[in-house]
């Protein structure tokens, strides 16, 4: 991640970003789940 903003974390350092990124993940079918898919959103 880069850029000067840093976002607001909870404790774990989880970002509203990545909560959301993880809420669309686990809507996803699990046949289409993949460590790849979940890797390649986060760049």
Do not use: F
């Amino acid at each position: 991640m880069s850029g000067s903003q840093q976002p607001a974390t909870d404790d774990h350092g989880i970002t509203d970003a990545d909560r959301a990124r993880i809420a669309a993940y686990l809507r996803t079918p699990a046949h289409r789940r993949s460590v790849d898919d979940l890797r390649r959103q986060s760049e």
